[in-house]
């Protein structure tokens, strides 16, 4: 996720925003830049790759100024390069930015035809055109030329401005992307978090949704965009700088847990068309005429990522009414599948280097399939290989066991199978609109679901020191239980076997009584009777039960030893809130017993070998 610093004051600026932009390395990013007012004009150094690249760029260009900003980039919008990294500069202004502009299409189209000549890819520059065109020159202090430019924008940013005529003002503006001040002696700074301002002040203060503020060496002021001043003194933080790379979190792990909802709704964003009941669908690469010809889809990934595909398969049978199969990446590629040019293969992976799903994407894209990939890390090798790409906006996942990764894969497989069933009339635009709120109302019941977290940390008090467990689901369900189970063996490496519900009779009941505690994924759904039947055989075994249920739903409350609630929901959208509680579980699981949960024994974040 992009990072931003700031800096106004009396020192030299260059120094203060490369030690900021360092400590703000942990999001994760792919570039890097500096602009840098010298008293007269704004100076600008970018470089491709880790700051060391920047700071090697700066030795042979310095830049000389007492303001300026900087910027690590984490590419949503074009592919990483010197010409997309950040600061953007148009005319007399430069800018930094954190986000997505949802509306960027439409206002690039219209820029374009007033003769504005775009040097990147991004929507950032975008909004430096604008904030540069409201400026004129400074005819207006800047920070009414950007309020008057964020009137046009829809979106989520964290903005920080500088311009030439203003040398000592930076500009900064913030809608549901991250935004700190700081305030120092005589030297004001900002940042996309606490660690990168911690070095100079504990004075700080939180930018709301819809507020801008103007810094100066001597001060600041705040006002929302619509003009109303805001009145909001700095608060004192004592985090340590380890405490605030996580966010005041233990770890990363807990700390992507609880950005789920801001990841569904970042990967949502601007990608609804309610007026249609569908999707945004020019990154996919399906043109009409190829999304008639298909007649099977095949789901290819592996590990977390795998189990999004079945539930992805759910979906694209049940709305797009396509064949639908599921594939192990690392077994497919050993077998000789028979892809064939009618087939859709859909290759998730939340590093989009996995080396088995890249070798099986290649393997389909030879027999002339249309291969579609769904990643987190833009212009990484699978969907460079793709004939198109859903990018899922997580923002880069730190810890190794895949969270928020997870969650927004599922909602990038759910807006595909909308797409494909609107697109060849299988599905109703009635169907597609409760769908698609279902889905807009989602980030919101997450957070009821973490709301949770303390009472799925006692569940894990109880069974912390459990050898094994048994995870059950159905339908929906039956992926989760898959996924919650992987999440406890890869970090608290206690043996978990995630099974379909039904299957439980077919074998895995042999091994309940009293010490296997069983999970069990019961919402309150079309499945639950039949789900509710097992539990009873479990509990007639004298195993114990933990079921993630739906609140208020005082039958299955009855029926299980430990609950793990989650808000009522439709039906189709439940495993992005059923996912929560286990992954709560097994992160509590873990660490009472003190695994080292962020980088957990023998794994790897991105498995590039076979
Ligand atoms: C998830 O917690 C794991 N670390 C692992 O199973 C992972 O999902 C798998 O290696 C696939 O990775 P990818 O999504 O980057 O392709």
Redesign the pocket.
């Known amino acids: 996720m992009c990072g931003i610093v700031g800096y106004v004051g009396s020192l030299q600026a260059a120094p203060i925003l490369i030690d900021g932009l360092r400590k703000l390395e942990y999001r994760g990013y792919d570039s890097a830049g500096l602009a840098v007012h010298d008293g007269q004009d704004i100076h600008i150094v970018r470089a491709v790759g880790k700051l060391n690249n920047l700071a090697r760029a700066l030795e042979s260009r310095p830049l000389q100024g007492c303001t300026g900003l900087g910027h690590t980039r984490w590419a949503t919008h074009g592919r990483p390069s010197e010409p997309n990294a950040h600061p953007h500069q148009a005319g007399d202004v430069a800018v930094v930015h954190n986000g997505i502009i949802e509306n960027h299409v439409e206002l690039k189209r219209e820029l374009e035809a007033e003769g504005v000549k775009f040097s990147s890819d991004t929507d950032t520059e975008i909004a430096a055109h604008l904030v540069n065109k409201a400026f004129a020159g400074g005819k207006q202090p800047l920070f009414d030329a950007v309020r008057e430019a964020l009137g046009r924008v829809r979106g989520a940013y964290a903005l920080a401005v500088v311009s030439k005529q203003s040398p000592d003002v930076l500009v900064v503006a913030k809608s549901a992307s991250p935004l700190v001040i700081g305030v120092g002696e005589g030297e004001m700074l900002c940042g996309s978090d606490i660690p990168a301002l911690l070095q100079h002040t504990r004075h700080m203060l939180f930018l709301e949704d819809g507020e801008m503020a103007e810094l100066r060496s001597g001060g600041y002021r705040i006002e929302t965009v619509d003009g109303k001043p805001v009145d909001r003194k700095p608060k004192r933080i004592d985090w340590s700088p380890v405490q605030a790379e996580k966010g005041g979190f233990k770890h990363f792990m807990l700390k992507e847990i609880f950005e789920q909802p801001r990841a569904v709704e970042d990967t949502l964003r601007g990608r609804v068309l309610r007026e249609e009941g569908n999707f945004v669908a020019a990154e996919l690469g399906l043109d009409p005429e190829t999304l008639q010809k298909i007649d099977r889809v095949y789901l290819l ?5 795998y189990h999004a595909c079945l539930n992805g398969r759910y979906w694209i049978e049940a709305l797009a009414r396509i064949p639908a199969q599921t594939e192990l990446a690392s077994e497919v590629r050993y077998r000789e599948p028979v892809f064939t040019d009618r087939d859709l293969v859909v290759a998730v ?3 989009g280097e ?1 080396a088995d ?1 890249l070798a099986a994407v290649r393997a389909a894209k030879e027999a002339g399939a249309h291969v579609l990939a769904i990643a987190n890390v833009l212009d990484s090798a699978i969907p460079r290989e793709s004939h198109g790409a859903l990018y899922t906006h997580a923002g880069p996942e730190i810890g ?3 969270t928020k990764c997870f969650t927004t894969q599922l909602v990038a497989l759910l807006m595909l199978a909308i797409f494909i069933g609107r697109g060849r009339g299988k599905l109703s635009q009635e169907r597609a609109d409760t769908l698609i709120q279902a889905l807009v109302e989602t980030p919101e019941r997450m957070r009821q679901v973490l709301e949770h977290a303390d009472t799925v940390q006692e569940v894990a008090r109880k069974f912390m020191h459990a050898e094994h467990m048994l995870f059950l689901g159905r339908g929906l369900g039956f992926p989760i239980a898959l996924e919650g189970a ?1 999440k406890l063996k ?1 970090i608290s490496y206690a043996h978990a076997e995630g099974y379909a519900a039904g299957e439980m009779k077919h074998g895995p009941i042999a091994l309940i009584d009293e010490n296997m505690p069983v999970v069990v994924v019961m919402p309150k759904d079309s499945q639950y009777e039949k789900t509710a039947s097992n539990v009873q055989e479990v509990k007639a075994r004298l195993g114990q039960v933990i079921a993630v249920v739906t609140e208020g739903h005082q039958e299955a409350k009855d029926l299980a030893d430990y609950c793990l609630p989650i808000p009522e929901a439709n039906e189709v959208v439940l495993p992005l809130l059923t996912v929560l509680p286990l992954q709560l579980l097994s992160y509590y699981v873990a660490d009472l017993k003190g695994t080292d949960v962020d980088q957990p024994r023998n ?1 790897a974040k ?2 590039t070998v076979e």
């Open positions: 990934a592996c590990g977390t990522s992976s939340q590093s996995t799903t190794v066991a895949s992987l890869e794994l991105t498995v």
